[in-house]
């Protein structure tokens, strides 16, 4: 069955580093991927869609790739603060379905 | 957020009661989506309506019952739930049914089934 793990449930840093969160697959060959941000008590706020041709998408401090080979995704906040303290949610989408299936998440906690 | 609204936000029902969850989204999207999300679990798909029509029930008890009666709104009627469904429902809004399309969430009800 199709499978998705994002490294860790938790991760912890410090405010100005870079921050790498991971989504790896199996039994499954994504046309792309997505990831969201979800605050306590809200609903997933959609960041970046890459797209399985692509190898890199970034998106002012964000940066996301895509290999296909590895079947990973790596997801990477930049100079990271405080307010970037959330769960960020992996997401594949087949090219036939319309069904998007997400991981469990990473919970990023980023201390001053 | 402010673009897919949800009510009420937290509900608290007994099993035998019947309620309903209420979704609208202002967004002029013609995709609609119900989610379960439970903690340490992923989000789960439970209905997909394109067009006010529905096309994908992942295997959903009877007992949750989905309503789409135009594109702006969407509603998940209730009924003798257990207390496992317990948890977050979250309503999402696409334009276009999936395929590259990334979904807008509203910001969820949380449901305590007692």
């Known amino acids: 069955s199709q499978k998705i793990e994002q490294n860790s449930e938790a991760l912890n840093i410090q405010e100005g580093k870079t921050a790498t969160l991971t989504c790896n697959y199996t039994?499954?060959?994504?046309?792309?991927l997505q990831w969201y941000r979800q605050d306590p008590g809200r609903g997933p706020v959609f960041l970046l869609l890459?797209?399985?041709?692509?190898k890199e998408k970034r998106k002012e401090r964000l940066k996301v790739t895509f290999d296909t080979t590895l079947k990973q995704s790596l997801f990477h906040i930049t100079a990271s603060q405080p307010a970037d303290s959330a769960t960020y949610l992996c997401?594949?989408?087949?090219?036939?379905?319309?069904?998007?299936?997400f991981g469990k998440g990473t919970t990023l906690s980023v201390s001053s | 957020e402010t673009g897919v609204t949800q009510t009420p936000r937290h509900l608290v029902m007994g099993m035998t009661n019947k309620k309903s969850l209420k979704c609208e989204q202002h967004?002029?999207?013609?995709?609609m989506y119900w989610y379960k999300q439970s903690a340490k679990k992923p989000l789960e798909l439970m209905f997909v309506?394109?067009?006010?029509?529905?096309?994908e029930n992942n295997s959903v008890p009877s007992r949750f019952s989905p309503e789409c009666p135009n594109s702006s709104h969407l509603f998940l009627h209730l009924h003798t739930l257990q207390p496992e469904d317990s948890a977050l429902y979250l309503c999402?809004?696409?334009?276009?049914?999936?395929?590259?399309?990334?979904?807008?969430f509203g910001p969820g009800t949380r449901l305590t089934v007692t």
């Open positions: 999402a809004s696409s334009q276009g049914e999936g395929l590259l399309h990334e979904q807008y």
């Open positions: 890459i797209r399985e041709n692509e």
């Open positions: 309506y394109s067009l006010e029509e529905r096309v």
């Open positions: 039994n499954y060959s994504p046309a792309y």
């Open positions: 997401a594949l989408g087949g090219q036939a379905g319309t069904a998007l299936i």
């Open positions: 967004l002029g999207h013609n995709a």
